[in-house]
C-alpha cells in the first residue's frame, strides 16, 4: 500500500473539523472539552481493592508474631500495628536512621523483592530476654556499628519468626515462602525499588520490657501485590476452622439474644395538653378524649404492634392484633426522643 493510500480522506477532515470546531451547525453554546494530563511513566496508585485488607493481614501477623516471641524469649511483649502506608521508596528511606537491620527477602510467588527492617531496640531488648534479662536496650550506638555474630544469631531468629507470622497471616489468601537474599545495617544499600517507586509499608510497633520500644518494618513494592489484586479485594478469607467457629459463635450469639428480658408497655391513647392546664387540674377532674380502636405496644419506646386490651379471666390480656413496620426516620426520631 502506498502512502497516499494512508491519507486522511476529506470526509474524515470535515467530520475532525466538526468536532473540534468552537461552536455546532445549530448555533448552540461553545463545546467543553477537558484536558486530562497522562504521564506514561508514572504509576498507577490505586490497588484495586481496600487497602484495609492488608490492615486484616497485618494484625493476624502480629498476633502470631506474638505468640512466637512468647515461646522464644519467654516473655510477654505489647504488640501494636499501624495502619498500612503507601509511600514513594525514597520517602520512607528518609524515615530510617542506621544502623538497621535490613534485609532483603524474596516471597515466593510475588514478584520482586521486599524488606523487613528491625530497629536495633528490638534486637538488644530480645538479646537481653534471651539470655533471662529483663529487656534492656543499648540505645547509643555509632551508625556505623555494625552486629556482633551473637547479635545477628538474634536478628536471625528474629526473621525465622517473622517468616512464620507472615506465612500464617497471608496462609488464607495463598501459600508463599521467604528466601533471605541480603543483610545490611544502612537502608540506602537495599534498593528493592526505585526512588519514586510506591511501596507499601506496614509497621508493627514491640514493646519487650518497660520503657524500652522498636519496630520491624515489612516494605513491599507497590506492583508486588498487583497481580492477587482480586485475592485481596475479597478482604482476607477465612479458613474452615474459622468458618466453624464463626457459627457456633452466631449460634450462642443467638440463643442469648432470644434469652433477653424486654419490658413492654402498652400505650392506650395520648392526648395533647399545656403546661397551663396541667398546673391548673385538681383531684376529681376528668380527661375527656377519643378511645382509638388499637392501642400500641412499645418496647424501649418504640411502637412494635398494635393491640386490643381486654381480660382473661381475672387478668388484664392483650391481644396481638399487627406489627407496626417503621420506617429509618421514624425509628431515629423515636431513638431521640425517648433519649
Excluded at 98 to 127: A, H, M, Q
Excluded at 132 to 142: A, E, K, L, R, T
Excluded at 182 to 205: G, H, R, W
Aim: charge should be negative; hydrophobic fraction near 40%.
Amino acid at each position: 500500500m502506498s502512502d497516499l493510500d494512508n491519507k486522511i480522506t476529506p470526509e474524515e477532515l470535515e467530520a475532525i473539523r466538526y468536532e473540534t470546531h468552537e461552536s455546532d451547525l445549530a448555533g448552540q453554546s461553545e463545546r467543553e472539552y477537558i484536558v486530562v494530563k497522562h504521564d506514561l511513566a508514572s504509576e498507577e496508585s490505586f490497588l484495586g481493592f481496600n487497602e484495609s485488607s492488608i490492615d486484616m493481614i497485618n494484625e493476624r501477623f502480629a498476633r502470631q508474631l506474638r505468640v512466637g516471641l512468647v515461646d522464644v524469649l519467654r516473655s510477654t511483649p505489647r504488640l501494636s500495628v499501624e495502619k498500612v502506608r503507601t509511600l514513594r521508596y525514597q520517602n520512607f528511606l528518609q524515615t530510617l536512621k542506621p544502623p538497621l537491620s535490613v534485609n532483603t527477602v524474596k516471597v515466593d510467588p510475588l514478584r520482586g523483592y521486599s524488606l523487613i527492617v528491625i530497629e536495633p531496640n528490638v534486637i538488644f531488648s530480645s538479646l537481653d530476654n534471651f539470655f533471662g534479662g529483663f529487656g534492656s536496650s543499648n540505645v547509643n550506638i555509632p551508625s556505623g556499628r555494625m552486629f556482633t555474630p551473637t547479635e545477628k544469631s538474634i536478628i536471625r531468629i528474629l526473621l525465622s519468626l517473622v517468616f512464620g507470622a507472615m506465612k500464617e497471616a497471608y496462609a488464607p489468601i495463598l501459600p508463599i515462602e521467604f528466601t533471605q537474599i541480603a543483610s545490611e545495617i544502612n537502608p540506602q544499600f537495599a534498593q528493592i525499588a526505585d526512588d519514586n517507586d510506591l511501596v507499601l509499608v506496614s509497621k508493627v510497633t514491640l514493646a519487650l520490657s518497660e520503657g524500652v520500644e522498636g519496630s520491624i518494618y515489612i516494605v513491599m513494592p507497590f506492583v508486588s501485590l498487583k497481580p492477587i489484586r482480586d485475592l485481596l479485594r475479597s478482604r482476607v478469607q477465612t479458613t474452615e476452622e474459622n468458618d466453624e467457629k464463626d457459627r457456633k459463635w452466631r449460634g450462642e450469639m443467638r440463643e442469648a439474644c432470644l434469652d433477653s428480658r424486654l419490658d413492654i408497655r402498652i400505650n392506650l391513647a395520648q392526648m395533647p395538653s399545656s403546661i397551663q392546664a396541667l398546673k391548673a387540674m385538681k383531684e376529681g377532674d376528668v380527661l375527656y378524649f377519643n378511645k382509638p380502636e388499637d392501642a400500641w405496644a412499645e418496647i424501649n419506646g418504640l411502637p412494635v404492634f398494635t393491640a386490643e386490651i381486654g381480660s382473661v379471666g381475672k387478668n388484664v390480656a392483650v391481644k396481638v392484633n399487627d406489627f407496626i413496620e417503621l420506617k429509618k426516620q421514624d425509628r431515629e426520631n423515636a431513638s431521640h426522643e425517648r433519649n
